[in-house]
């Protein structure tokens, strides 16, 4: 059975609508449902919607509409019954695992008993469900990391991490586009920009999108970040 939707107020101008306190693919599925469902109705007011895990984050126009009528809009439309989204697009990301590209490796290997191929193996082989994307811009959240090489969040998060960098926090494992600091554990880089401003579009990856990992070489690491560099996506859309 379904949690109830819950709409909560975040100031004088947003509210959240909580469906539910899990990390769940059809959780997120009716977040992504209900974040098309505004986009196709268009309520007075909604200035933006933000899907994440399991609640859509709305900004609205406190002069055209107010808290009470968009709470109610969303709470009716939150217990409907949705359409699931269609499937997203799956994309291959380049990867270079280890070394100075993945200094946390060596840890995850003793931490989980794997040696560090088979950590790579093992991440490498996953196929990611992006679920959100946020923090940063670009920087995005996935779920699906084997469990056998899940390792909890440092304790003392490092001051910054490069551009590209690859890395899992507990059950996830992310995708940062900008240098920043980081509580999660460096594994590879990619030389892809999931975010570039010069770019069109800025963003190319979306909730509800899936992404597979292919392991690169030092040099082909070098070559693919000079291309990424010049605009190119570097990411390709792939079979699932």
Request: proline share 10%; glycine share 10%; charged share 20%.
């Given at each position: 059975m379904?949690?109830?939707?819950?709409?909560?107020p975040?100031?004088d101008?947003?509210?959240?609508?909580e469906?539910?306190?899990?990390?769940?693919?059809?959780?997120n599925?009716?977040?992504?449902?209900?974040?098309?469902?505004?986009?196709?109705?268009?309520?007075?007011?909604?200035?933006?919607?933000?899907?994440?895990?399991?609640?859509?984050?709305?900004?609205?126009?406190?002069?055209?509409?107010?808290?009470?009528?968009?709470?109610?809009?969303f709470?009716?439309?939150?217990?409907?019954?949705?359409?699931?989204?269609?499937?997203?697009?799956?994309?291959?990301?380049?990867?270079?695992?280890?070394?100075?590209?993945?200094?946390?490796?060596?840890?995850?290997?003793?931490?989980?008993?794997?040696?560090?191929?088979?950590?790579?193996?093992r991440?490498?082989?996953?196929?990611?469900?992006?679920?959100?994307?946020?923090?940063?811009?670009?920087?995005?959240?996935?779920?699906?990391?084997?469990?056998?090489?899940?390792?909890?969040?440092?304790?003392?998060p490092?001051?910054?991490?490069?551009?590209?960098?690859?890395?899992?926090?507990?059950?996830?494992?992310?995708?940062?586009?900008?240098a920043s600091?980081?509580?999660?554990?460096?594994?590879?880089?990619?030389?892809?920009?999931?975010?570039?401003?010069?770019?069109?579009?800025?963003?190319f990856?979306?909730?509800?999108?899936?992404?597979?990992?292919?392991?690169?070489?030092?040099?082909?690491?070098?070559?693919?970040?000079?291309?990424?560099a010049?605009?190119?996506?570097?990411?390709?859309?792939?079979n699932?």
């Amino acid at each position: 059975m379904k949690p109830e939707p819950v709409i909560l107020p975040c100031g004088d101008s947003a509210l959240s609508v909580e469906l539910g306190a899990v990390i769940d693919e059809t959780l997120n599925g009716r977040v992504l449902a209900l974040d098309a469902l505004v986009t196709a109705e268009s309520p007075p007011g909604v200035i933006e919607t933000i899907p994440t895990y399991r609640s859509l984050f709305v900004v609205y126009d406190p002069v055209v509409a107010d808290y009470a009528t968009l709470a109610a809009w969303f709470l009716d439309r939150a217990n409907r019954a949705l359409t699931p989204p269609k499937p997203g697009r799956n994309w291959q990301f380049p990867v270079c695992y280890g070394a100075e590209h993945g200094i946390d490796l060596p840890f995850i290997a003793s931490r989980t008993g794997l040696s560090e191929a088979e950590v790579v193996r093992r991440h490498a082989a996953g196929l990611y469900r992006v679920y959100m994307m946020g923090f940063l811009p670009g920087f995005t959240y996935l779920g699906g990391l084997d469990a056998a090489i899940s390792v909890p969040r440092r304790d003392d998060p490092r001051l910054t991490s490069p551009t590209g960098t690859i890395s899992i926090g507990g059950i996830q494992t992310g995708i940062q586009c900008l240098a920043s600091p980081t509580g999660w554990h460096l594994i590879g880089r990619t030389p892809a920009r999931t975010y570039d401003p010069n770019r069109d579009p800025v963003f190319f990856l979306e909730p509800g999108d899936t992404v597979r990992f292919i392991a690169v070489s030092p040099d082909e690491f070098t070559a693919l970040e000079r291309r990424a560099a010049a605009g190119e996506r570097v990411a390709e859309a792939g079979n699932p």
